[in-house]
């Protein structure tokens, strides 16, 4: 990609309410815009990051077994009624009404969706069990949203549902799920604490947060660090922690990037005809679970984790590009010569390059813009470097002059 | 994939209102699923179609210079005022409003969106041309739905969005686009005609739709077979026709998959700092133009195109799997072995298989199925065919026996 033609460029300034380092480096870099609060643009640059991270959890469910789907976004609110949700999900639910007056829910997540599409077939055991999931744009009318991808009203959620015939079958598929999961954020340069938690308005008997340790983070929990046993504040005393394990625990706050919820019968028994014929020829409700996954959070969050005072420090995995191509000295049209010539030859060998083509800015205000926008390598070619390349990892302050050749051989 | 494990099988029957082929096929064979009138589940192979044809567009746009970013869904209704659009547009707007009372537009299209974010920006004469899209849902509160993906309520849409100094500039963009379009129904088995248009709410001076002839269309246009000048029944009498070329032309019907639009300057003047830097050093408004694809249409037209009455018959470019292996005799172990031999194999070298491998279905059902469901090729493994593959293409009815090695040479 030329940065001359890439729409989104950097910029100086950040709004007001950028508190988060997340917000302002992904702002300055060009990857997101606030439409209206809590609502958020993903420029080409943000874009490129959002669909390398669906692109690795979509990797992981389907080696799981996992199967991608679709609903519609406007869920029939009678469906929310059959459960009941449309009383304990309270504020957050957004509605809208039809030309007809049929009335809908904007999705905040899907498990009455996908319970009503399952029931459509006429299942047995031989069928089950089997794990749906999507990537669709999801709604949470929050009361306040907080600058930044960190808590918005509108984002890209992958949200899953497993079908089982039983409490035994579905544990596999939810152990599965926590190792999936774990492996997802560990390969985006997460590391995880999986916290027991609140099922909120979600329902069914337990769950579990994956939460990525920061100080911007808003979810509270105690762990011992010698067990790892994760457990929310907010259901500590239910959960009768005995005062002794209570004392080695400490506190630690963190950024809630993905859940996993036991659900059990609680779609399947309040929605009629959620059932399958077992073995024995009797119908029987589902059991079930559901597994979601904030795209946009997520990527915040690797920015909060991966960040130094000068810009973002992407992994390879999710880095928007690979290499930061700089040309100096681009007015010299042996030095553009040269210039194209690299940005060809790393295209040409599949290694994803921004080439800073502007011949009318200088090398600091460059320089400055590779380290904002944070891909994991630096290239320059000016009149110095000859028919080298001078290489830096985004990470280090140690530079390298290698040759052509040389330089196709960094790895992806 | 295990056909056995497959979410969304195939069923004998369709709804009573499953007129067109296309949607008959696709729920027969378990592709989609209405949610409710005009809104349906892509069920795991349709999402695999939906997937693909995504993929080509992507493919193809990139390839002519855009760029890919994503709008929030929800747009702040006060842009669509700036636009006036809220009174022209008429009923097909859905709106809602958050718990604020701030109010929203189900987005459509998504013009204003994009002139928003461009001048969000401060742009000279330098940055531009570009063209930008997205891939996202889409909204339009028909007053009736047809059965199927042929006009929906809610439908997955590229829509792209070029910004130009000029009309000079901008006619190369639109002509590129028109290229670029015609190549992506191209590579997905439908052949286009290219009909001038009415621009509808859009707005604008001019604009194209891509036409697949068809009995089940509701475009209607006239034709000229010499010169493939092509016109929107509509705007016959609007564009004064000589009454020497009139009687040329002969009347057609066909599917609208895909359109493009020239905006002019509607939008940039209407919206407040909608405005570039030029050369001159004065600010200017952009040159602007549209360019659609409705994803799930386009899915149904090709069925439309490449059915019979077996089934669908997929392009390779676009089917969900690329062979349909079909295990029979599955109660011997021998032949069970060597079939999950060749599906392994299959796999390994990266041909998507469908491996049905049900032991209690007859061959009768299996071949039934394939052929519903319509991948390229059909290859069975049975007590009979050895250590042999059986191997038919689904628009033949000629088979070959082949030996794995053969079998593996098939291409994509």
Redesign the interface.
């Known amino acids: 990609?030329l940065y001359?033609?890439?729409?989104?460029?950097t910029?100086k300034t950040a709004p007001k309410d950028a508190v988060a380092d997340s917000y302002k480096l992904l702002y300055q870099g060009g990857f997101i815009?606030e439409?209206?609060a809590g609502?958020?643009?993903?420029?080409?640059l943000?874009?490129?990051v959002?669909?390398k991270i669906m692109k690795i959890i979509k990797e992981e469910m389907d080696a799981a077994?996992a199967?991608?789907?679709?609903?519609?976004?406007?869920?029939?609110l009678s469906l929310w009624q059959e459960t009941n949700r449309t009383k304990t999900t309270g504020?957050e639910l957004?509605?809208?009404k039809?030309?007809n007056e049929?009335e809908f829910a904007?999705g905040g997540t899907a498990e009455e969706?996908f319970v009503?599409?399952?029931r459509?077939?006429q299942l047995s055991y031989?069928?089950l069990p089997?794990n749906?999931y999507q990537f669709?744009?999801k709604?949470r009318?929050e009361?306040r949203a907080r600058g930044g991808l960190l808590r918005v009203?509108?984002f890209?959620m992958k949200d899953s549902y497993s079908f089982d015939t039983d409490e035994k079958s579905f544990k596999k598929i939810y152990e599965k799920m926590r190792e999936t999961y774990s492996r997802i954020f560990t390969r985006m340069g997460l590391e995880t604490v999986v916290v027991e938690s609140d099922n909120g308005y979600i329902g069914g008997e337990y769950c579990h947060e994956f939460v990525v340790e920061s100080p911007v983070g808003e979810s509270r929990f105690l762990v011992n660090p010698n067990t790892s046993l994760a457990i929310h504040t907010d259901i500590v005393d239910k959960k009768k922690i005995t005062p002794d394990e209570r004392r080695k625990m400490v506190e630690k706050k963190g950024i809630e990037v993905g859940n996993i919820f036991q659900l059990g019968y609680y779609y399947s028994e309040k929605m009629r005809d959620a059932l399958f014929t077992d073995v024995d020829g009797k119908r029987k409700p589902f059991y079930m679970g559901c597994y979601g996954i904030g795209i946009g959070r997520t990527m915040a969050t690797v920015v909060e984790v991966h960040h130094d005072k000068r810009g973002i420090v992407w992994p390879k995995s999710i880095a928007p590009y690979l290499v930061n191509l700089i040309g100096l000295d681009l007015t010299d049209a042996g030095v553009k010569k040269q210039a194209e010539k690299i940005y060809q030859k790393l295209s040409d060998n599949k290694l994803e390059t921004l080439y800073d083509d502007r011949a009318d800015v200088s090398a600091g205000e460059k320089f400055g813009d590779a380290d904002l926008i944070g891909t994991p390598y630096r290239a320059v070619v000016s009149k110095r470097t000859g028919d080298k390349v001078e290489l830096k990892k985004r990470a280090s302050s140690e530079t390298k002059l290698l040759s052509i050749e040389e330089l196709l051989r960094i790895s992806c």
Chains 1, 2 share one sequence.
């Open positions: 990609m001359s033609k890439l729409f989104g460029k910029v815009r439409s209206t609502r958020y643009f993903f420029l080409p943000g874009q490129l959002q669909q077994g199967q991608e789907m679709l609903s519609p976004v406007l869920h029939p504020f957004m509605r809208v039809d030309r049929a904007l969706m009503d599409v399952v459509k077939f031989k069928d089997f749906i669709s744009t709604f009318d009361l009203r509108e890209m």
